[in-house]
Each structure stands twice: as structure tokens, then as C-alpha cells.
């Protein structure tokens, strides 16, 4: 399986911006779909975005579509996560997660591998 840590969390204010990067070891990175989820306490782990094998195909949730964007870079085995106008509700813990399979609406269930993830946190 592929490793995965990512990078990039933290504090902003409402409106502004926050690059999310994930890591990958292995010489395999570029056979594995990746997306990007998050989590809030006591609520299910959620669906943000991913990216096929050569960044060809991207597919985002409703609610970050047009302010979100995901992006891979298979010479550096990384895949970042550019948010944009941030909003306190998009407050979570942001994981990526590899897959050999991408669904036109990717589930949790999809992925094996997963990174540790990290806290971004949008003050209002």
C-alpha cells in the first residue's frame, strides 16, 4: 500500500485561502486515484474531492465546486488541495486517501489508503 502524510492545515480567516499538500511514498503513486475528505467531530467523514491517475479527471462535492481545487504532480508523488474562500463551515480535519478505483461519486468505502490528516480551521 501507499503512505500517505499530509500537510498544510491550519488557521484562516473566513475568505481566504489554504493549499493542502499529501505526500505519497512508493514508486506506485501514479496507479492510485487519490481524494481529498473531512471530518468534523462526531459526523461522518465526507467526500471533498479527487483526482484520477493522471489528473486528467477531477470530481468535486457541491459545496466546495468552484472554490476547491485539486491538482497531482506524479513526478513529486504529490496531490495538492488549493481551497479558496474559505467558509468556517468547511472547519474539519482535511485526509487524503488512495484508490484503484474512481467512482463518478467517490465513497470513503472506495479507499484503502489513508494519510493522518490535518486540522484546517476557518475563524469567522
Known amino acids: 500500500q501507499v503512505q500517505l502524510v499530509e500537510s498544510g492545515g491550519g488557521l484562516v480567516q473566513a475568505g481566504g485561502s489554504r493549499r493542502l499538500s499529501c505526500a505519497a511514498s512508493?514508486?506506485?503513486?501514479?496507479?492510485?486515484?487519490v481524494g481529498w475528505f473531512r471530518q468534523t467531530p462526531g459526523k461522518d467523514r465526507k467526500f471533498v474531492a479527487a483526482?484520477?491517475?493522471?489528473?486528467?479527471?477531477?470530481i468535486y462535492a457541491d459545496s466546495v465546486r468552484g472554490r476547491f481545487t485539486i491538482s497531482r504532480d506524479n513526478t513529486k508523488n504529490t496531490v495538492d488541495l488549493q481551497m479558496n474562500s474559505l467558509k468556517p463551515e468547511d472547519t474539519a480535519v482535511y485526509y487524503c486517501?488512495?484508490?484503484?478505483?474512481?467512482?463518478?461519486?467517490?465513497?470513503?468505502?472506495?479507499?484503502?489508503?489513508w494519510g493522518q490528516g490535518t486540522q484546517v480551521t476557518v475563524s469567522s
Open positions: 486517501a488512495a484508490s484503484y478505483v474512481l467512482r463518478s461519486a467517490p465513497d470513503v468505502g472506495d479507499f484503502g489508503s
Open positions: 483526482i484520477d491517475l493522471s489528473g486528467g479527471i477531477t
Open positions: 512508493g514508486r506506485t503513486f501514479s496507479t492510485y486515484h
